[in-house]
Nanobody, 124 residues
């Protein structure tokens, strides 16, 4: 059983930056893909970014390309999401997710374990 603990959320003004972290523990040998999803109020949870086991391949949803960067440190079993030039529409609860697949999937059912979520609020 893998446990995921997110941190780094908060309140920031538009144009600002935040860095989210997600530390995995327990059964981490089964983790290949690591990703971030988000859920805004009244909306469904959506894919944000994913990174391969090596860290060499990444995938982003169009709305965050050029502003967000996903990375991972396998020695620390941690995935990061650097968020720059934040916009009010980025306001959401951000969830870390990991899975055994080797492919950079965007569907939620390709991920096996989820964190509890961290709130990101961007004021205009």
């Amino acid at each position: 059983q893998v446990q995921l603990v997110e941190s780094g959320g908060g309140l920031v003004q538009a144009g600002g930056s935040l860095r989210l972290s997600c530390a995995a523990s327990g059964g981490t040998f089964s983790i290949h893909i690591m990703g971030w999803f988000r859920q805004a109020p009244g909306k469904e949870r959506e894919f944000v970014a994913a990174v391969s086991w090596s860290g060499g391949n990444t995938r982003y949803t169009d709305s965050v390309k050029g502003r967000f960067t996903i990375s991972r440190d396998n020695a620390k079993n941690t995935v990061y999401l650097q968020m720059n030039n934040l916009k009010p529409e980025d306001t959401a609860v951000y969830y870390c997710a990991v899975g055994a697949t080797y492919l950079l999937r965007t569907r939620q059912d390709n991920y096996d374990y989820w964190g509890q979520g961290t709130q990101v609020t961007v004021s205009s």
